[in-house]
């Protein structure tokens, strides 16, 4: 994919941010970074920065601005979108033809209703968010093609009371120690996954479920990361962490937002695997949810396994949903 911008550009974008919001802090300056080097950080510095702007300039310029191909705003895979806290798309880049629609209860291809979290986080002060969403090529998005669909972190904030403002990076955007494509929590979890699949195929469903429900087996990493394995009727087969649910088909279970959780982790795998994003209690966060993103893989006709790594295991800071129980 092209990139459309440098180091210089992005540096030049949040110091006319700055600058037009009326601040000259060297903070938020610092927080621009290249695309390929893509920080927390500096994810949420360039809509803090864009939100300043806005309040400066006035709504009408600013969604202006925000809607343009070649704008300030829009580097690639790097731009900003706007909706009112009705759901309503107000400006986006790529998507000329939807703004003025309501989008509130839009989902992504795995069942995640997006805009509904965005705007529900926006509206508490903002914070980072995650999804599955196409990348653009060409200077298009086709939100009809699933295949395209690929995690997404994301930073959501408020303009002022009626609207807000988001924008995010894709996972290959991201800096990042390790030389794989993802983030290193999100690699370790890919493969504890991948393994936990071969096991089973090797080893067969009854060692397999005894393993991954074993606290201190080779499917629990130093961090706490587990594999879980159900059925493709939701029924959960093997947890180390929610032995009393063994047996039990989870199919119904939903999420604070709507989102039927197992089933579509379930409909995942039985399309041949991959990633899902859902919310699901943090133990870490006093069971507080939070956004979580999971991998999926079938073992064979009858059972697959997953994982999965919270929000706030990328960010580096506390991502739990405001209040949701």
Known sequence: MQRWYSYGALCLLVVSAVL????????QVQAAVPQENMTMDGLAGFVRNASAYAASTGEEAALAEFSKEDG???????????YDFNGTLLAHPYEEGLVGTDRMNWIDVRGLPVIRIGAYTASNGGGFV????????????DEKAPDTYVPKIGYVAPVGETWWIGSGMYFTDMASNNPGRYPEAVSAMI?????????GREKGSETAFAEISNRSGAFVDAEGHYIYA?????TLLAHPYLQEKIGS?????????GMENIRSLTETARDGGGFIVFVW?????????????????????????????????????????????
């Open 20 to 27: 037009m919001a009326g601040c000259t802090g060297t903070e």
């Open 72 to 82: 300030q705003f829009t580097h690639g895979d790097i731009y900003l979108y706007a």
């Open 130 to 141: 995650a999804y599955l969403y196409p990348a653009p090529e060409g200077g298009t998005i």
């Open 191 to 199: 493969d504890l996954v991948e393994r936990g699949a071969e096991y």
């Open 230 to 234: 159900y059925d493709y009727n939701g």
């Open 249 to 257: 088909s989870l199919i119904e279970r939903r999420g604070p937002f």
């Open 281 to 325: 209690p943090n133990p870490a966060q006093e069971n507080r949810e939070e956004l979580k993103i999971g991998y999926v893989l079938p073992v064979d006709e009858t059972w697959w396994v997953g994982s999965g790594v919270y929000l706030s295991e990328i960010t580096g800071t506390d991502a739990s949903l405001p209040t949701v129980r």
